[in-house]
T-cell receptor, first 115, second 113 residues
Framework: GAGVSQTPSNKVTEKGKYVELRCDPI?????LYWYRQSLGQGPEFLIY????????DSGLPNDRFFAVRPEGSVSTLKIQRTERGDSAVYLC?????????????FGPGTRLTVL | DQQVKQNSPSLSVQEGRISILNCDYT??????FLWYKKYPAEGPTFLIS?????DKNEDGRFTVFLNKSAKHLSLHIVPSQPGDSAVYFC????????????FGEGTQLTVNP
C-alpha cells in the first residue's frame, strides 16, 4: 500500500516568489496535517484538516501561508511572497481519524530553499 | 516557548547495550505521548506511544516510561542494534485541543557495531 507522498521532494525558489507544495495522504485517511521542520529542530505544527475543512490552522505563521484540501484527499500548502526564513522541510502526515490514539503517518517531506 | 524538550542532541551506545532517550515537557495538559524515529531523507515513523493514564508501555525491544509528576518520559531500547541509529523525536498531544503534535528537538542516536 502506498504511504503519504509529497511533491516536489525539493523546491528552490527566489525570495518573493509563490510556491505550492502538494501532499497525497494515505487513501481513506480523513485527517491531514502539515508540519514544518527547520534545521536542528523538531517538526512544528502548521495546520490540520478533518475532511475538507481546516479544523485547526493556528500554527500557520502568518497570512502568507494558506492550505487547501478541496476534495478531502490531496492537500496543497501555498506560500506567497516567500522569505528566506521560510526555508525548511515541509512535512505532511495523515491519520485514519483525529483521535489521539491514531498515529500520524508522515511523508518524506518537501525541502524548500528560498534564495 | 518549548513545551517539549529533548536536552541531549546526541547519544552514542555500543551494539547490544541499552539506549535511553529522555524527554521533558512543561504542559500538564498533555495526555498522550509518542516517540517517532527518523532516518535521513525520510519522514518520521511512529515507534511507540503511551497514554497519561499509564506509566509504562512495552513493544518488543522498545519501552516507554512516563513519570507524570516529574513531567518526564524516556524511551529504552534494549538491546540496541546498528539499525536503530536515527533521530528520535518525542511528541505530545492534548486530546481536548485536537490532533496537533508538539515535538521535541530530537536526539541523534548512534549505535556502534
Amino acid at each position: 500500500g502506498a504511504g503519504v507522498s509529497q511533491t516536489p521532494s525539493n523546491k528552490v525558489t527566489e525570495k518573493g516568489k509563490y510556491v505550492e507544495l502538494r501532499c497525497d495522504p494515505i487513501s481513506g485517511h480523513t485527517a491531514l496535517y502539515w508540519y514544518r521542520q527547520s534545521l536542528g529542530q523538531g517538526p512544528e505544527f502548521l495546520i490540520y484538516f478533518q475532511g475538507t475543512g481546516a479544523a485547526d490552522d493556528s500554527g500557520l505563521p502568518n497570512d502568507r501561508f494558506f492550505a487547501v484540501r478541496p476534495e478531502g484527499s490531496v492537500s496543497t500548502l501555498k506560500i506567497q511572497r516567500t522569505e528566506r526564513g521560510d526555508s525548511a522541510v515541509y512535512l505532511c502526515a495523515s491519520s485514519p481519524s483525529p483521535q489521539a490514539y491514531n498515529e500520524q503517518f508522515f511523508g518524506p517531506g518537501t525541502r524548500l530553499t528560498v534564495l | 516557548d518549548q513545551q517539549v524538550k529533548q536536552n541531549s542532541p546526541s547519544l552514542s551506545v555500543q551494539e547490544g547495550r541499552i539506549s535511553i532517550l529522555n524527554c521533558d515537557y512543561t504542559n500538564s495538559m498533555f495526555d498522550y505521548f509518542l516517540w517517532y524515529k527518523k532516518y535521513p531523507a525520510e519522514g518520521p515513523t511512529f515507534l511507540i506511544s503511551i497514554s497519561s493514564i499509564k506509566d509504562k508501555n512495552e513493544d518488543g525491544r522498545f519501552t516507554v516510561f512516563l513519570n507524570k509528576s516529574a513531567k518526564h518520559l524516556s524511551l529504552h531500547i534494549v538491546p540496541s542494534q546498528p539499525g536503530d541509529s536515527a533521530v528520535y523525536f518525542c511528541a505530545a498531544r492534548r486530546e481536548t485541543s485536537g490532533s496537533r503534535l508538539t515535538f521535541g528537538e530530537g536526539t541523534q542516536l548512534t549505535v556502534n557495531p
